[in-house]
């Protein structure tokens, strides 16, 4: 199995623009999914065209411009730190179509993609129109941003979340996996975890696990870096003293969250 996490890599700046991270079906173990993320500064510029693929383009932190040679959205993010845990601006763009990520202030740009096969309309992703919930209790909570949910149609394959846990709360928890394609009772989504820890030196633990241990991996996780998940249960502790965040991608087969719990522990879900 190829290492399942990525460190962030920085010194290769171009123009204002510095890749991250660049997470590809040809240097990870991902089918369905590929992630980016990009820092720009002021007036520098991302482009990129788009072959059988979709993109959502997230507006991380600071301010952009989003185009995709016919609609504009200016002045996208609504943060400079994702600890302000307000929800922020997306755009969707998909096939056959090329972009450009402007930056209007130093940004952080996260690319969420996935395989597509239909072009569909380009659409922003307004603060607004996050759905935002709470999840959990006792020391399983956490804050979650939807920002492209399976409820949402104007999308081929892509599912992509916020989350925020609690100082020494669990996440992603009990384990729950989504690697099997029987449904309606689990789907199969591949999925990525970008991590941001608060304070910035802090640390969370993340275990990527399959049922007959094959793949088994427990790693300490860093602020910025990438967590692959190819298949497996794959829950998050966060220490005490700080905060996690982390924005998932999702994308397989069919475009529908359905996951499994580990047995030995869903009896977590049911205490009084």
Known sequence: MANLIRKPQTGCSN??????????????PLKYVEFKVVDLKPGAKYAETL??????????????NVSDGEQTFENLGTR???FEKKPTDSAYISNDRT?????????????????????????????????????????NKRLVHNILTDQDDFANNLLVVEVYTESGNWSSYPPHKHDQDNLPHESFLEETYYHEMNPRQGFVFQRVYTD???LDETMTVENGDVVLVPAGYHPVAVPDGYE?????????????????????????????
């Open 51 to 64: 072959p059988k693929k979709e993109v959502c383009v997230v507006a991380l932190t600071g301010k952009i």
């Open 99 to 139: 972009f450009e990520v402007v930056a209007v202030s130093d940004a952080r740009v996260v690319l969420c993609y996935s395989l597509s096969e239909k072009q569909l309309p380009t659409r922003l992703i307004k603060a607004e129109d996050n759905g935002i919930e709470q999840r959990g209790k006792y020391n």
């Open 80 to 82: 400079e730190s994702v």
């Open 212 to 214: 007959d241990r094959v």
């Open 15 to 28: 123009e204002g623009v510095t890749i991250v991270h660049n997470v590809t079906e040809e240097n990870s």
């Open 244 to 272: 996690s965040y982390y924005l998932n991608v999702m994308a397989g087969p069919t475009r529908i969250w359905k996951f499994h719990n580990e047995p030995a522990h869903e009896w977590i879900l049911d205490r009084k």
